[in-house]
């Protein structure tokens, strides 16, 4: 069974600095996908980044970017310029490849880093 | 179209009633899941489904079972409130795209069971 740790319960930036919140996996399998998740105190689940462990390049979405170090399972999301709205809760998620048919889609989630945005 | 909805949003039980949520997706979706959020362990995997009329267990499924009798409907019922089921009830969402599964998350489930 494949598992995410968020090893940093909280974070805290000043508003236009940049952050990086921490993730590592534990899986067997080679083709996967890493997600960041954002969850805002409205509690609404808000898929931020996406990475296929295939690809090399590590994603970017605007101020969004992780580096992805498929040999150390490691997949850190760096928040740049900062805004008060970034303020949230951090998911991150794995998820299997479908080669098998049957990981249909199942997410397994880390514990969440509570990101505090300063002005 | 209105995505992903849950009913309630908010409930209360006494240890021992018995509830059902609601979650309903007006996408077409073949695949939905149920997932539980408790402080400090994430988002967990209850029950999904992978069409109607069939359903499997996640990675907590006891003291639950769900139903998905409708494509675009998928229940999660409690039979016997536990105080260790207070939590909050996310549903989900997703299509097949070729190796991609797009989870569209409902707005959630505060449930307490006292």
């Known amino acids: 069974a494949q598992t995410v740790t968020q090893s940093q319960p909280e974070m805290s930036v000043q508003e236009a600095e940049t952050v990086t919140l921490s993730c590592t996996y534990d899986?067997?399998?080679?083709?996967?996908?890493l997600f960041w998740y954002k969850q805002p105190p409205s509690r609404q689940m808000i898929l931020v980044i996406r990475?296929?462990?295939?690809?090399?390049q590590n994603a970017t979405e605007n101020r969004f970017s992780v580096n992805f170090q498929k040999a150390a399972k490691s997949f850190s999301l760096k928040i740049s310029d900062s805004q008060l709205g970034d303020a949230a809760m951090y998911f991150c998620?794995?998820?299997?490849?479908?080669?098998?048919?049957?990981?249909?889609?199942?997410?397994?989630f880390g514990q969440g880093t509570i990101l505090t945005v300063h002005p | 179209n209105a995505g992903v909805t849950q009913t309630p949003k908010f409930r209360v039980l006494k240890t021992g009633q018995s509830m059902t949520l609601l979650c309903a997706q007006d996408?077409?979706?073949?695949?939905m899941y149920w997932y539980r959020q408790d402080p400090g362990m994430g988002l967990r995997l209850i029950h999904y489904?992978?069409?109607?009329?069939?359903?499997a267990k996640g990675e907590v499924p006891d003291g639950y079972n769900v139903s998905r009798l409708k494509k675009q409907n998928f229940l999660l019922g409690l039979e016997s409130a536990a105080p260790s089921q207070t939590s909050v009830y996310f549903c989900?969402?997703?299509?097949?795209?070729?190796?991609?599964?797009?989870?569209?998350f409902g707005p959630g489930t505060r449930l307490t069971v006292t």
């Open positions: 990475q296929e462990a295939y690809k090399q």
């Open positions: 489904s992978v069409g109607e009329g069939t359903t």
């Open positions: 989900a969402s997703s299509y097949r795209q070729g190796g991609h599964y797009e989870q569209y």
């Open positions: 996408m077409n979706h073949e695949y």
């Open positions: 998620a794995y998820r299997s490849s479908n080669a098998g048919g049957t990981s249909y889609g199942k997410l397994t």
């Open positions: 899986t067997s399998e080679s083709d996967y996908y």
